[in-house]
């Protein structure tokens, strides 16, 4: 059990969902985000910090044994929105962890680092990036620098590419990318306590009928996701027509996000 988790970005979706269930990982929790995250419950610690201030972040990762890199921007917005978080925050972290004695790190990386693979397509770990937008491209940033810290100087990073994290999948194309909160728990636990981790890849989904993803490069963290989508395809199909075939929602891994145009500032 680590003594000290940070989570990152513990005011966004993620974060909420997860807040409170990790005790069993850690016996203390650092809370952090840019806005206000509430009073700190029992064992939890909350520090407010903005990811592009590096001498924020090095205080922030001090003292902490595990690290879950949720923080940043997670839709897709212009590049000088992107930048602070996303890349400037990322390699803050990284070498904020270097010197403080390279904590293992769970990165939310996102399936829009893949998203222009089409969704006859099954992925394994070692597929060629093609991301679907800038947000897609600050991941694959993030991952690259994850690589790269591990390979220079041994620091282990689980990259994982997460689908669509929410009690319960949104529409059609969540069916296949859906992790249930309950199977994202379960994955950080492995995580944090595998003997070995390196840097693998790991796709974020539950064990979904129609997923689209293949996590047997990944499987020595003795991961098994419990839950399926499947349970809740007719509760979608009676809430809304599926997409059209053309509609990127219906081709695209990335989906909607494949259609975002390239945001100005």
């Known amino acids: 059990m680590l003594d000290k988790l940070l989570i990152t970005g513990a005011a966004g979706g993620l974060g909420t969902l997860l807040r409170g269930?990790?005790?069993?990982?850690?016996?203390?929790?650092?809370?952090?985000?840019?806005?206000?995250?509430g009073a700190a419950g029992e064992n939890e610690e909350i520090l407010r910090c903005d990811l592009s201030d590096?001498?924020?972040?090095?205080?922030?990762?001090?003292?902490?044994?595990?690290?879950?890199?949720?923080?940043?921007?997670s839709v897709e917005k212009s590049f000088d929105e992107i930048l602070p978080a996303n890349l400037v925050g990322v390699y803050?972290?990284?070498?904020?962890?270097?010197?403080?004695?390279?904590?293992?790190?769970?990165?939310?990386?996102?399936?829009?680092?893949?998203?222009?693979?089409?969704?006859?397509?099954?992925?394994?770990?070692?597929?060629?990036?093609?991301?679907?937008?800038?947000?897609?491209?600050?991941?694959?940033?993030?991952?690259?620098?994850?690589?790269?810290?591990?390979?220079?100087?041994?620091?282990?990073?689980?990259?994982?590419r997460i689908g669509s994290c929410f009690p319960e999948p949104r529409d059609h194309r969540m069916l296949s990318t859906w992790m249930s909160p309950d199977d994202f728990v379960s994955l950080i636990d492995c995580v944090f306590r595998a003997p070995r981790l390196g840097c693998p890849v790991i796709w974020g989904v539950s064990d979904n009928d129609s997923r689209w993803w293949d996590n047997s490069a990944a499987a020595f963290i003795g991961w098994r996701p419990k839950d399926n989508s499947d349970v809740f395809r007719q509760k979608i199909d009676a809430a809304m027509a599926r997409p059209a075939a053309d509609a990127p929602d219906a081709v695209y891994q990335g989906g909607k996000f494949t259609a975002e145009p390239i945001h100005r500032s």
């Open 21 to 37: 269930r990790l005790f069993h990982v850690a016996t203390s929790v650092r809370l952090s985000d840019m806005v206000d995250i």
């Open 54 to 73: 590096r001498a924020a972040v090095a205080a922030l990762v001090e003292g902490c044994d595990g690290i879950l890199h949720l923080g940043g921007v």
């Open 92 to 160: 803050n972290l990284y070498e904020a962890a270097r010197a403080s004695g390279l904590p293992r790190i769970l990165f939310a990386s996102s399936n829009h680092t893949i998203g222009y693979y089409t969704q006859d397509t099954h992925l394994d770990a070692d597929v060629p990036l093609r991301p679907d937008g800038l947000y897609g491209v600050s991941k694959c940033f993030g991952e690259a620098v994850a690589s790269l810290y591990h390979d220079k100087f041994g620091q282990e990073t689980a990259i994982v």
